[in-house]
Every structure is written in structure tokens, then in C-alpha cells.
């Protein structure tokens, strides 16, 4: 989907989204409520599609686990936790303050909000649950009452449960979602980015999972659209999503100093707006 208009303007970049369409959609609005707005043409290329698992067959895999906490890293959890009976008394890692609020919404209490990176999570997370052992954990030893139930799709960036694991901390990973990726941009998208080389527009391709990296790494090779990048900025949400696609011939590869979209879009600004404030002067939201 490309918006507002389909024909290149040379007065503003272009910036194509690209992830699930959800994302794309909630980048979108962040774009079309900053100081970007009215100054750059944008687009949408969901690489991304996700299928969701029924509620009931999700309750009845975590029925015999008895989490004592939960760990939530994606937004696309959340649709399961509105559907189930999930018990709310548990207490949550959340990734970020975004997340915290749709739990709060959801009637959970006790949230400890991360940072939007999934490493810091498990770092703090890990810090807690070690803490609450018994002194014969340096035999090898975890507190039976830690029991970490990480809702998750698919597929993840970083493996989480395999770290706790790795200190002995109980981990119970049950998957509520899977993601298919694109083998191919749309046609519309396409004739848009030609279109814009060709006028000499820039052009800033953002990336927010490392699954849409190695789809979009995937078809430049497959279907052919390498001769393409060395036109094209790529803005990716961390520097794990960007080793994806280092490989590609992009004009430039930068990535968010944070995990986090409002991040993502004062880095563009900055980019964009040259006079824009470095991002510590500024007041920053976690989606």
C-alpha cells in the first residue's frame, strides 16, 4: 500500500515501511504525527503475515505448567491474553511501557517493564529469579517455585528461555502465534521505488524484525532486486536486525540507538531534519 500518492514528489524522501501490517500501521501514525508528517511520502509493504493459535488449544498446553510469572515480548501475544481466562494475578515481564499498558488494560498488576530490548528483559529477569534461589544453586540447584512461562511466536530474535535455562531457572516456552514471510515485493511497491530512483528521491527502507530482514535479504537475491539498494537507505530498529541484511549493497545501514519506534523515528528525523535535537534532549515514548 503505498500512500498518499503514487507518483514520487521531489521535495521529500520516501519511506517505506515494512513488518507486519500492524507495525507498519502504528509507524505510520507515529510518522504522520511528527514533524516528518507533511515533509516525507510514505508506504506500506507488510513482509510480514501472522496466523494466530485458538485460545482454547494455547489453555489447554499452559493448563499443566503452573507459571508462577509470565514473560510477554511481543504485542502480538496480547491477542491470545485477551481471549483466555489467563490467570491475572501472575506477575509480568513486559518489553516495554506499551506493552505494559495493553496488560494493565487486560486487568494484570504486577508488571516489571523492560527497556524494549529483549536482552535487557532477560537480564533483569534473570538478576530477580536468581536472587530468589536457595544457597545450593551453585550445585545446580533452582528454586522449584521459579516457573517462567514465556509466551512467544514462532520464531524470536533471542532465545530467552534457552538463556534462563542455562542458569537453571524453569522455563516453559509455549508459541500463540507463527509468521509467514513475502517471497516478493507487491508490483505497486515496486514501480514506486523505480520510480523514485529515478527522480532522484531518497529513499529510507525501515526494518522492525529480524524475520522481514531475512525476507527482504531473501528476495533481493531471488528476485533480483539488488540493482535497487545502492539507491536505498536502510533504518533498522536494532543492530541484530541490520546484521540480517549487512550483506546488501544499501547506500547507507544505520540502526535505532534504542529498540523502541519513538527511537526509530527520531533517528530519521535526525536524518530527515537536520536540525532536529539528538535524541537524549528529547522526551521519549515507549510504543
Not at 122 to 135: E, G, I, M, V, Y
Not at 181 to 205: E, F, P, V, Y
Not at 211 to 229: D, E, F, G, Q, V
Amino acid at each position: 500500500m503505498i500512500t498518499p500518492m503514487s507518483q514520487p514528489h521531489s521535495s521529500g524522501a520516501f519511506v517505506l515501511l515494512t513488518g507486519t501490517h500492524d507495525l507498519c500501521k502504528k509507524m505510520l501514525h507515529k510518522l504522520n504525527n511528527s514533524p516528518l508528517g507533511p515533509r516525507i511520502e510514505t508506504g506500506i509493504e507488510p513482509l510480514l503475515s501472522v496466523e494466530h493459535r485458538k485460545a482454547c488449544d494455547i489453555d489447554q498446553e499452559i493448563a499443566a505448567i503452573q507459571p508462577t510469572c509470565l514473560v510477554v515480548t511481543s504485542a502480538q501475544v496480547l491477542r491470545y491474553l485477551e481471549s483466555s481466562n489467563f490467570d491475572r494475578s501472575l506477575p509480568v515481564w513486559a518489553i516495554g511501557v506499551s506493552t505494559t499498558d495493553a496488560l494493565r488494560r487486560l486487568g494484570f498488576q504486577k508488571i516489571f517493564t523492560g527497556d524494549g530490548g529483549a536482552r535487557e528483559l532477560f537480564s533483569n529477569l534473570a538478576k530477580t529469579l536468581s536472587a530468589d534461589r536457595a544457597p545450593s544453586h551453585i550445585n545446580g540447584y533452582a528454586n522449584a517455585h521459579n516457573v517462567v512461562l514465556y509466551l512467544s511466536g514462532e520464531d524470536i530474535a533471542f532465545d530467552m528461555p534457552g538463556a534462563l535455562r542455562e542458569l537453571g531457572i524453569t522455563v516453559h516456552q509455549v508459541v500463540t502465534y507463527t509468521t509467514h514471510a513475502s517471497t516478493s515485493l507487491s508490483a505497486a511497491t515496486l514501480q514506486r521505488l523505480q520510480l523514485s530512483i529515478q527522480q532522484g528521491q531518497d529513499i529510507w527502507l525501515l526494518l522492525f524484525s529480524p524475520k522481514a530482514a531475512k525476507s527482504l535479504k531473501t528476495m533481493c537475491y531471488t528476485c533480483n532486486y539488488t540493482a535497487l539498494l545502492p539507491s536505498i537507505y536502510c533504518l533498522a530498529l536494532s543492530r541484530d536486525i541490520l546484521d540480517e541484511v549487512n550483506e546488501l549493497p544499501f547506500k547507507s545501514q544505520v540502526f535505532s540507538e534504542q529498540p523502541r519506534l519513538q527511537s526509530l523515528l527520531i533517528s530519521l528525523e535526525q536524518r530527515l531534519i537536520p536540525a532536529m535535537p539528538p535524541s537524549g534532549m528529547r522526551v521519549s515514548e515507549e510504543e
